[in-house]
């Protein structure tokens, strides 16, 4: 079992920032591909932005230009700088890893921006 623990969330004004971090413990963790999912109340939860082992990402068109996702495989640790908030980034953040057919959840970090 992989356990993946977030960090990072809180209350901030919009045009701030956050960086979240999601730490596990493993070999799992580094040949996986990572992601960062967001859930605001009433919605479906959306992908943020990923990471590949190999480094490739991809961001969601909403974030792109505001968020960057890096990792660090030495610290088996994913990162995500978030700048310029916007009350719309409120929600609570998932941490996400995936090797093939199998996947791991962290339990999630709450992300509030206030206008």
């Known amino acids: 079992q992989v356990q993946l623990v977030e960090s990072g969330g809180g209350l901030v004004q919009a045009g701030g920032s956050l960086r979240l971090s999601c730490s596990a413990s493993?070999?799992?963790?580094?040949?996986?591909?990572l992601g960062w999912y967001r859930q605001a109340p009433g919605k479906l939860r959306e992908l943020v932005a990923a990471?590949?082992?190999?480094?490739?990402?991809n961001y969601a068109d909403s974030v792109k230009g505001r968020f960057i996702i890096s990792r660090d495989n030495a610290k088996n640790t994913v990162f995500l700088q978030m700048n310029s908030l916007k009350p719309e980034d409120t929600a609570v953040y998932y941490c996400?890893?995936?090797?093939?057919?199998?996947?791991?959840w962290g339990q999630g970090t709450q992300v509030t921006v206030s206008s």
């Open positions: 996400k890893a995936t090797k093939l057919d199998l996947s791991y």
């Open positions: 493993g070999r799992f963790f580094r040949l996986s591909v």
């Open positions: 990471v590949t082992s190999g480094g490739n990402t």
